[in-house]
């Protein structure tokens, strides 16, 4: 792509975004979609924040399963030899 083409692509891209913030912003009808949006969005954060408290408990449990099994397979941290296995994925 030239710089022309770049430039095109550019101003389009932001008269979409302009035309639709715009709608959403200063029409009616847009801001009745909006408002009904807002629950549904709120309910999306809340489900991804869960998610994501929900993923860093599997971590850790991950996290301390394998060092479980380190202990248990003696490659632990007082462990004799040195080893070349992984030890903590996380």
């Known amino acids: 792509m030239n710089n022309n083409s770049q430039a095109i692509a550019a ?3 932001g008269a979409v975004i302009g035309g639709a913030v715009g709608y959403l912003f200063f029409t009616d009808h847009g801001r009745a979609l909006r408002r009904a949006l807002e ?3 709120e309910d999306l954060a809340r489900e991804l924040s869960s998610f994501r408290v ?3 408990k599997a971590v850790g449990v991950a996290s ?3 060092k479980v099994l380190n202990e248990a ?3 632990g941290e007082g462990s004799r030899y040195p080893s070349a296995h992984q030890t903590a994925p996380f």
Do not use: A, R
Request: aromatic letters at 6%.
């Open 73 to 75: 397979i003696g490659e």
């Open 54 to 56: 929900t993923v860093q």
């Open 39 to 41: 629950p549904t969005l």
């Open 11 to 13: 101003t389009v891209t």
């Open 64 to 66: 301390e399963g394998w």
